[in-house]
């Protein structure tokens, strides 16, 4: 099984300003996936990240607001930017077959 | 879009009671995972499954998909307060790259 290293694992952060998660993975992976999980809630897919090209945004979710880099095949970042407190969620990344999670950035926006 | 719908949303039982939660699609699914997620915790992988009518068990639980391969039951036998969390069901529709998590069914046991 992939073991995920991500960080920070928790943050609290000002209104305005932006945020970089990073995730490390301890193999090489074709695909990357970023979820959002609002407090009490399920979790959303963010975007797909795959080494080489832009990553995939689902609906509701923008480069601009959420961009993505995926330089290797073993590690991304996910930068939530211009935060506002409904920023505040559980970020977590996770590769190829899903069925691995980092253990996930807890954001707190004041 | 497509959906995947976990019931019930929360449950409440004695220790020692059985507990199950169902997830269920409206469309053909590849396959289904399931997680389990402690409070303050991130999900943790359990299972997946793949076949027609597959049945699998870890310990005391047990995990089903459809005939159809539209639903899916986990069910855990004589709970423990150690089984407390909330427990995901992520599907994957066919010519998807990506699973799509039901709301979760939180699961309390009282000593």
């Known amino acids: 099984s992939a073991v995920i290293s991500q960080k920070p694992s928790r943050d609290i952060c000002q209104r305005g300003t932006s945020l970089t998660i990073q995730c490390q993975v301890d193999s090489q992976v074709t695909m990357m996936f970023w979820y959002r999980q609002q407090p009490g809630q399920s979790l959303t897919l963010i975007a797909t990240?795959?080494?080489?090209?832009?990553?995939?945004?689902e609906s509701g979710f923008v480069i601009d607001k959420f961009p993505i880099s995926r330089p290797n095949l073993t590690f991304s970042t996910l930068t939530v930017s211009n935060m506002s407190p409904e920023d505040s969620s559980i970020y977590l990344c996770?590769?190829?077959?899903?069925?691995?999670f980092g253990q996930g950035t807890r954001l707190t926006v004041v | 879009g497509q959906q995947v719908m976990q019931i019930p949303q929360y449950q409440h039982v004695q220790e020692g009671e059985d507990f199950t939660t169902y997830c269920n699609s409206s469309?053909?699914?590849?396959?289904i995972q399931w997680y389990k997620q402690r409070p303050g915790g991130h999900p943790v992988f359990l299972i997946q499954?793949?076949?027609?009518?597959e049945v699998k068990k870890q310990k005391r639980l047990t995990f089903q998909f459809g005939e159809a391969k539209k639903n899916s039951s986990l069910h855990i036998t004589a709970t423990q307060t150690t089984d407390v969390g909330t427990y995901f069901c992520a599907g994957r529709f066919r010519n998807a790259g990506k699973s799509t998590f039901g709301d979760g069914t939180t699961l309390t046991v009282k000593p």
């Open positions: 499954l793949v076949k027609s009518g």
């Open positions: 990240a795959n080494q080489g090209s832009e990553a995939t945004y």
């Open positions: 469309t053909t699914l590849s396959n």
């Open positions: 996770s590769v190829d077959t899903e069925a691995f």
